[in-house]
């Protein structure tokens, strides 16, 4: 189940951390976001290394579709509504600006970076289209209504924004790795302040950056319940007729799509990690319905974690934990939010003011609907009386069929049937009787 970025690639090795250290700036986690934290630093001058418990881009980064779009569904409609146009301004800018560094590093390098345009569609309401054009226009960003989108299915049409991009994040990111102090197969066993005890020493370090996907400490922030991950499915096609453009369905469940080189990439099938969903057998169901001809090349399946509120969660990883950072949170658009995120903590860990601090600071207010939801989900899983239990906060795994692991539908950590550690928030692998 390589994603077809996996078979394109292969990465740069590091060698183990081989005893302690001290350093200015230690960043955990070798996925893009703990790359460019640590590029953007190095690049500054700052004294940064960097640690990861396997292989870096060994889980989300090398499973995405690796869109570049400031286009994030119908999030600006909602941003204007629940948060008002001054912070849903910011996140347009944060996430046009990554988009221009992606733009701007991609030009010394290849990484089959091209530009084309970005569409949300609709399956069926139309409104929802419109009044988001109409937040945008508010924000003063121009998008356009497109009525009958390049899709082989009806829609009701499309929002697009040009000038957006796509690439191979994995040629990219072994790009800007090569010259970065990384140490794979270092596992943090234990963080605290200033310190971080790994299988291979401990590293001392001025400040701490936690990018892991989901983080690391449970007892500050409180992430397990500002947070869920989400499951999406993923197949490469070949024979079927390009689309042009990048595609995203409005709908949480529906599906995406992109070309990249002779392939059609299909996404969706998407659900809550341990509860059910239609995975590779509703794309399956679609592509025979609608690409007869094409052949499946590849398919993998990729896991975000997702936000109260929709916007990430980046900054001080809680108000008790002096000097600990986080970026999580990317709520299915992990490539330019993780530019975002680590232009924004190079600021912070520099002591420079930033101004998209306050907007994604990770102690902001809980209070939406879906606090309510994870909340509930916990305390299921909590009490289901059912064997095998997930070694994170005691939760029933469930079995999901399709892929041969065991599901936690309360925070996503995802076993193999042989118990060995999948996803975090876990830490270790599960022991099965």
């Not at 004294?47 to 579709?65: H, K, M, P, Q, S």
């Not at 508010?138 to 040009?162: C, D, I, K, Y």
């Not at 239990?389 to 925070?411: F, I, T, V």
Request: charged share 25%; hydrophobic share 40%; with cysteine.
């Amino acid at each position: 189940m390589d994603s077809i970025w996996r078979k394109t690639v292969e990465m740069p090795r590091f060698a183990p951390l081989d005893g302690d250290l001290k350093t200015g700036v230690l960043v955990v986690g070798g996925g893009l976001a703990g790359l460019l934290c640590a590029y953007w630093l190095t690049r500054a001058g700052a004294e940064c290394a960097l640690v990861e418990a396997d292989r870096i881009c060994g889980g989300v980064t090398g499973n995405t579709t690796a869109k570049l779009a400031a286009q994030h569904s119908l999030l600006y409609s909602r941003l204007l509504r629940e948060f008002g146009p001054e912070q849903a301004r910011l996140y347009l800018e944060a996430n046009r600006g990554a988009l221009g560094r992606f733009r701007e590093l991609c030009r010394e390098m290849d990484c089959d970076f091209e530009e084309g345009d970005a569409y949300v569609y609709a399956r069926e309401d139309r409104r929802k289209l419109e009044r988001e054009l109409e937040a945008l226009e508010h924000l003063g960003f121009q998008a356009e209504l497109v009525r009958t989108p390049a899709l082989p299915m009806p829609t009701a049409g499309a929002v697009r924004f040009s000038k957006q991009a796509r690439f191979h994040p994995l040629k990219f990111a072994a790009a800007i790795a090569r010259d970065l102090r990384i140490f794979e197969h270092t596992k943090v066993l234990e963080l605290g302040p200033g310190k971080a005890v790994t299988n291979h020493g401990t590293v001392t370090a001025d400040k701490i950056v936690v990018a892991t996907h989901f983080p690391l400490l449970n007892k500050h922030g409180g992430y397990f319940l500002k947070l869920y991950q989400s499951r999406s499915y993923v197949l490469a096609l070949e024979n079927a007729p390009p689309v042009g453009g990048m595609y995203v369905d409005e709908g949480e469940k529906g599906l995406s799509f992109r070309d990249y080189g002779d392939f059609l990439l299909l996404g969706g099938g998407g659900h809550r990690t341990g509860k059910k969903g239609g995975g590779w057998r509703e794309l399956e169901d679609f592509a025979k319905q609608y690409y007869p001809q094409a052949k499946i090349a590849a398919r993998w399946a990729a896991q975000d974690c997702m936000t109260l509120d929709g916007v990430p969660y980046v900054g001080r990883y809680s108000k008790g934990t002096e000097g600990l950072y986080v970026a999580t949170g990317f709520n299915k658009w992990g490539m330019t939010s993780s530019m975002a995120a680590a232009l924004l903590l190079a600021d912070l860990l520099q002591g420079r003011e930033n101004p998209y601090e306050a907007l994604f600071d990770p102690s902001r207010s809980v209070f939406h609907p879906q606090l309510a939801v994870n909340a509930l989900e916990s305390t299921l899983g909590l009490l289901t009386p059912t064997a095998p239990r997930c070694p994170h906060m005691g939760c029933a795994l469930k079995y999901n069929a399709q892929e041969h692991s065991w599901d936690c539908p309360c925070h996503g950590s995802r076993f193999g049937e042989d118990g060995r550690l999948l996803d975090s928030p876990a830490t270790d692998n599960k022991k099965f009787r």
